[in-house]
Protein backbone atom coordinates (compact mmCIF):
# COMPACT_ATOMS: atom_id res chain seq x y z
CA UNK A 1 0.00 0.00 0.00
CA UNK A 2 1.56 3.71 -0.68
CA UNK A 3 1.01 5.68 2.08
CA UNK A 4 0.93 9.78 1.85
CA UNK A 5 2.00 12.11 4.47
CA UNK A 6 0.68 15.57 4.10
CA UNK A 7 1.61 18.15 6.39
CA UNK A 8 1.32 20.40 8.00
CA UNK A 9 -1.52 18.77 9.72
CA UNK A 10 -2.74 22.28 10.34
CA UNK A 11 -2.14 26.29 8.74
CA UNK A 12 -3.30 28.91 10.31
CA UNK A 13 -2.96 31.67 7.42
CA UNK A 14 -4.67 34.84 7.18
CA UNK A 15 -6.95 35.94 3.69
CA UNK A 16 -4.46 37.27 0.90
CA UNK A 17 -1.79 35.18 1.96
CA UNK A 18 -0.77 32.24 0.03
CA UNK A 19 -1.13 28.30 1.54
CA UNK A 20 1.30 25.72 0.65
CA UNK A 21 0.24 21.82 1.81
CA UNK A 22 2.65 19.35 0.80
CA UNK A 23 2.04 15.33 0.34
CA UNK A 24 4.72 12.96 0.10
CA UNK A 25 4.29 9.29 -1.22
CA UNK A 26 5.78 6.21 -0.42
CA UNK A 27 7.18 5.05 -3.56
CA UNK A 28 6.30 6.81 -7.05
CA UNK A 29 3.09 7.47 -8.05
CA UNK A 30 3.71 8.95 -11.02
CA UNK A 31 1.73 12.02 -11.90
CA UNK A 32 -1.39 10.04 -10.52
CA UNK A 33 -2.19 12.32 -7.73
CA UNK A 34 -5.52 14.36 -6.94
CA UNK A 35 -6.13 16.87 -4.41
CA UNK A 36 -9.43 17.24 -2.87
CA UNK A 37 -11.31 20.59 -0.42
CA UNK A 38 -13.67 19.02 2.17
CA UNK A 39 -15.87 21.69 3.82
CA UNK A 40 -17.62 20.23 7.20
CA UNK A 41 -21.09 18.50 6.34
CA UNK A 42 -19.72 18.28 2.97
CA UNK A 43 -18.50 15.71 0.17
CA UNK A 44 -15.26 16.44 -0.67
CA UNK A 45 -14.78 18.94 -4.16
CA UNK A 46 -11.95 17.50 -6.63
CA UNK A 47 -9.57 20.62 -7.54
CA UNK A 48 -6.76 19.14 -8.64
CA UNK A 49 -6.33 15.58 -11.09
CA UNK A 50 -2.92 14.40 -12.73
CA UNK A 51 -0.93 16.57 -10.12
CA UNK A 52 -1.47 19.95 -12.01
CA UNK A 53 -4.41 19.88 -13.74
CA UNK A 54 -7.31 22.08 -12.52
CA UNK A 55 -11.60 20.31 -12.25
CA UNK A 56 -13.56 21.91 -13.73
CA UNK A 57 -15.20 25.08 -12.05
CA UNK A 58 -11.87 25.49 -9.81
CA UNK A 59 -10.33 28.88 -9.78
CA UNK A 60 -6.81 29.25 -10.85
CA UNK A 61 -5.95 30.75 -7.56
CA UNK A 62 -5.84 26.57 -6.98
CA UNK A 63 -2.63 24.96 -7.93
CA UNK A 64 -0.60 21.57 -8.24
CA UNK A 65 2.85 20.60 -9.05
CA UNK A 66 5.00 17.60 -8.45
CA UNK A 67 5.84 14.03 -9.66
CA UNK A 68 6.96 11.20 -8.37
CA UNK A 69 6.39 11.13 -5.01
CA UNK A 70 6.74 14.61 -3.69
CA UNK A 71 3.58 16.80 -4.67
CA UNK A 72 2.28 20.13 -3.49
CA UNK A 73 -0.90 22.53 -3.52
CA UNK A 74 -0.71 26.07 -3.56
CA UNK A 75 -3.31 28.19 -2.94
CA UNK A 76 -2.79 32.10 -3.66
CA UNK A 77 -4.80 34.73 -2.28
CA UNK A 78 -6.51 33.12 0.18
CA UNK A 79 -10.01 33.78 1.03
CA UNK A 80 -11.81 33.11 4.08
CA UNK A 81 -14.06 30.65 2.13
CA UNK A 82 -10.93 28.44 1.48
CA UNK A 83 -11.09 27.19 5.13
CA UNK A 84 -11.12 23.27 4.48
CA UNK A 85 -9.65 20.32 5.05
CA UNK A 86 -7.52 19.49 1.98
CA UNK A 87 -6.61 15.17 1.13
CA UNK A 88 -4.54 14.04 -1.91
CA UNK A 89 -5.06 11.09 -2.84
CA UNK A 90 -2.93 8.67 -5.26
CA UNK A 91 -4.57 6.39 -7.69
CA UNK A 92 -1.46 4.53 -9.49
CA UNK A 93 -3.48 1.35 -9.00
CA UNK A 94 -7.11 0.72 -9.38
CA UNK A 95 -6.76 -1.90 -6.78
CA UNK A 96 -4.93 -0.09 -4.23
CA UNK A 97 -6.14 4.05 -3.73
CA UNK A 98 -4.99 5.77 -1.20
CA UNK A 99 -5.73 9.30 0.75
CA UNK A 100 -3.38 11.28 2.64
CA UNK A 101 -4.26 12.36 6.12
CA UNK A 102 -5.80 15.46 5.37
CA UNK A 103 -4.35 19.35 6.54
CA UNK A 104 -6.99 21.53 8.08
CA UNK A 105 -6.32 25.09 6.98
CA UNK A 106 -7.76 27.87 8.95
CA UNK A 107 -8.06 31.33 7.37
CA UNK A 108 -7.66 33.83 10.36
CA UNK B 1 -26.19 17.23 -14.54
CA UNK B 2 -24.48 14.31 -13.04
CA UNK B 3 -26.15 13.60 -9.49
CA UNK B 4 -25.22 10.51 -7.08
CA UNK B 5 -27.81 9.82 -4.27
CA UNK B 6 -26.83 7.30 -1.55
CA UNK B 7 -29.36 5.29 0.39
CA UNK B 8 -29.39 2.32 2.66
CA UNK B 9 -27.23 4.04 5.79
CA UNK B 10 -28.57 3.15 9.34
CA UNK B 11 -27.67 1.64 13.01
CA UNK B 12 -27.02 -1.82 12.77
CA UNK B 13 -25.51 -4.00 15.32
CA UNK B 14 -21.55 -5.47 15.68
CA UNK B 15 -21.84 -9.00 13.00
CA UNK B 16 -25.10 -7.68 11.16
CA UNK B 17 -25.36 -6.80 6.75
CA UNK B 18 -26.56 -3.75 5.59
CA UNK B 19 -26.92 -2.86 1.37
CA UNK B 20 -25.63 0.57 0.74
CA UNK B 21 -27.13 1.86 -2.71
CA UNK B 22 -26.50 4.82 -4.91
CA UNK B 23 -28.55 5.41 -7.59
CA UNK B 24 -27.09 7.80 -10.25
CA UNK B 25 -28.71 9.98 -13.18
CA UNK B 26 -27.30 12.48 -15.82
CA UNK B 27 -24.97 10.27 -17.10
CA UNK B 28 -24.74 6.64 -18.36
CA UNK B 29 -23.66 4.59 -15.50
CA UNK B 30 -22.27 2.01 -17.70
CA UNK B 31 -19.75 4.13 -19.41
CA UNK B 32 -18.44 4.81 -15.96
CA UNK B 33 -16.13 2.76 -13.39
CA UNK B 34 -17.80 3.92 -10.11
CA UNK B 35 -16.42 3.80 -6.65
CA UNK B 36 -17.17 3.62 -2.69
CA UNK B 37 -15.28 5.70 -0.01
CA UNK B 38 -16.10 6.30 3.59
CA UNK B 39 -14.76 8.58 6.48
CA UNK B 40 -15.41 7.76 9.53
CA UNK B 41 -16.49 10.33 12.21
CA UNK B 42 -13.77 13.29 12.48
CA UNK B 43 -10.94 11.03 9.88
CA UNK B 44 -10.09 11.14 6.94
CA UNK B 45 -11.34 9.41 3.64
CA UNK B 46 -10.92 6.11 2.82
CA UNK B 47 -11.37 4.11 -0.61
CA UNK B 48 -13.32 1.26 -0.02
CA UNK B 49 -14.07 -0.43 -3.32
CA UNK B 50 -14.57 0.14 -6.98
CA UNK B 51 -15.80 -1.66 -9.77
CA UNK B 52 -15.42 -1.07 -13.73
CA UNK B 53 -18.18 -0.70 -16.19
CA UNK B 54 -19.33 -3.99 -16.95
CA UNK B 55 -18.69 -5.12 -13.03
CA UNK B 56 -16.12 -7.68 -14.46
CA UNK B 57 -13.25 -6.02 -12.52
CA UNK B 58 -14.09 -5.43 -8.85
CA UNK B 59 -11.26 -4.35 -5.99
CA UNK B 60 -10.97 -3.93 -2.31
CA UNK B 61 -9.56 -2.52 0.13
CA UNK B 62 -8.08 -5.09 2.39
CA UNK B 63 -9.96 -4.22 5.80
CA UNK B 64 -13.32 -5.24 3.66
CA UNK B 65 -12.29 -8.25 1.82
CA UNK B 66 -14.33 -11.10 2.61
CA UNK B 67 -16.79 -8.99 4.18
CA UNK B 68 -18.36 -6.19 1.59
CA UNK B 69 -18.95 -6.85 -1.80
CA UNK B 70 -19.16 -3.71 -4.69
CA UNK B 71 -21.86 -4.86 -7.35
CA UNK B 72 -23.88 -2.84 -10.14
CA UNK B 73 -26.99 -2.31 -11.64
CA UNK B 74 -26.58 -0.27 -14.85
CA UNK B 75 -30.11 -1.11 -16.13
CA UNK B 76 -31.65 0.41 -12.66
CA UNK B 77 -28.65 3.02 -12.91
CA UNK B 78 -27.77 1.92 -9.30
CA UNK B 79 -24.23 0.86 -7.85
CA UNK B 80 -24.34 -1.04 -4.59
CA UNK B 81 -22.51 -2.15 -1.82
CA UNK B 82 -23.13 -5.68 0.47
CA UNK B 83 -21.21 -4.81 4.06
CA UNK B 84 -21.88 -7.93 6.06
CA UNK B 85 -19.92 -9.15 9.63
CA UNK B 86 -20.06 -5.25 9.94
CA UNK B 87 -17.86 -4.39 12.66
CA UNK B 88 -17.56 -0.77 15.24
CA UNK B 89 -15.11 0.27 12.89
CA UNK B 90 -17.08 0.52 9.87
CA UNK B 91 -18.90 3.51 11.75
CA UNK B 92 -18.66 5.90 8.83
CA UNK B 93 -20.29 8.11 6.31
CA UNK B 94 -20.16 5.94 2.95
CA UNK B 95 -20.03 8.34 -0.67
CA UNK B 96 -20.32 6.82 -4.36
CA UNK B 97 -17.96 8.21 -6.59
CA UNK B 98 -17.82 8.20 -9.90
CA UNK B 99 -14.79 7.09 -11.79
CA UNK B 100 -12.00 5.19 -9.95
CA UNK B 101 -9.18 7.71 -10.45
CA UNK B 102 -9.47 11.10 -9.77
CA UNK B 103 -13.32 11.53 -8.25
CA UNK B 104 -14.86 14.22 -9.94
CA UNK B 105 -18.49 13.47 -8.99
CA UNK B 106 -19.96 12.30 -5.30
CA UNK B 107 -22.99 11.13 -3.87
CA UNK B 108 -23.75 13.61 -0.69
CA UNK B 109 -23.05 10.34 1.85
CA UNK B 110 -25.13 7.77 3.92
CA UNK B 111 -24.20 7.24 7.41
CA UNK B 112 -23.40 3.82 8.40
CA UNK B 113 -23.11 3.29 12.08
CA UNK B 114 -21.96 0.03 13.73
CA UNK B 115 -22.62 -0.01 17.48
CA UNK B 116 -24.66 -2.40 19.82
Redesign the interface.
Known sequence: ?IVLTQSPGTLSLSAGERATVSCRASQSVNR?L?W?Q?KPGQ????LI??AFGR??GIPDRFSGSGSGTDFTLTISRLEPEDSAVY?C?Q?VS?????????TRLEIE | EVHLVESGGGLVQPGGSLRLSCAASGFTLGYS?M?W?RQAPGK????VA?INEDGS?K?H??SVKGRFIISRDNSKSSLHLQMNSLRVEDTAVY?CARG?????F????TLVTVSS
Open positions: EDAYQAPRLYGATFQYSSSITFGRG | WSVGLEWNEYVDYWGWLQWGQG
